[in-house]
């Protein structure tokens, strides 16, 4: 299909680990973002993954790229009532060279004690 | 500084009114951005502004005008507008080049009323 995709909803006790799943498009994205936004606010570069990488880490992030399948995942570990947002994935979008990112639906993240 | 500014936080318009929104960015960045957000959606692309120029324009409406007076600044003049254009409008900026990351800021909460 033309649209990345993502689950919309994930409910998530504080301290376990939280997994958010993207489907994305174009086999040739040079860079998949990942963004967050917290209520009120604008968009935070939260990480990315060059397409040469299966695996990123970054602190408690941990982003996982599968190109055969065009699927990319953000893995919080032990989260915590600030990581309560929507997580949205980007992709470049085709032929395109001036940054326009194609954004997921976003996943709204509810963290509960 | 990493910061993409953007005034007010906050407007309330009639239908009648000629309001502008500002945005501002001092990361030398060459590429700037406006983008659409409804509530519970992802942002959607409206104008990109490369080198000062106008680069692409994503079928918006004439009643949305934008401006970049220079590298740093971005404006987006509102005349006539409608109440369904009530939204965040979020500035962003990039390097300018393909596959960069794109800095929001947080964005001015627009109601037309």
């Known amino acids: 299909g033309e649209d990345v995709e993502q689950s919309l909803f994930l409910s998530v006790r504080e301290g376990d680990s939280s997994v958010i799943n993207c489907t994305y498009t174009?086999?040739?994205?040079?860079?998949l973002y990942w963004y967050k936004q917290e209520p009120g606010a604008g968009l935070q570069l939260l990480t990315y993954i060059f397409s040469n990488m299966d695996m990123k880490q970054d602190q408690r992030l941990t982003v996982l790229l599968n190109k055969k399948d065009k699927h990319l995942s953000l893995r919080i570990a032990d989260t915590q009532t600030g990581d309560s947002a929507i997580y949205f994935c980007a992709e470049p979008r085709r032929a395109d060279s001036w940054g326009k990112l194609q954004f997921g639906a976003g996943t709204q993240v509810v963290v509960t004690p | 500084d990493t910061e993409v500014t953007q005034t007010p936080k906050h407007l309330v318009m009639g239908m009648t009114n000629k309001k502008s929104l500002k945005c501002e960015q001092h990361m030398g960045h060459r590429a700037m951005y406006w983008y659409k957000q409804k509530a519970k959606k992802p942002p959607e692309l409206m104008f990109v502004y490369s080198y000062e120029k106008l680069s692409i324009n994503e079928s918006v409406p004439s009643r949305f005008s934008p401006e970049c007076p220079n590298s740093s600044l971005l404006n987006l003049h509102l005349h006539a507008l409608q109440p369904e254009d009530s939204a965040l409008y979020l500035c962003?900026?990039?390097?300018?080049?393909?596959?960069?990351?794109?800095?929001f800021g947080s964005g001015t909460q627009l109601s037309v009323l």
């Open positions: 962003a900026s990039s390097q300018g080049g393909g596959g960069e990351k794109l800095f």
């Open positions: 174009d086999s040739s994205s040079t860079y």
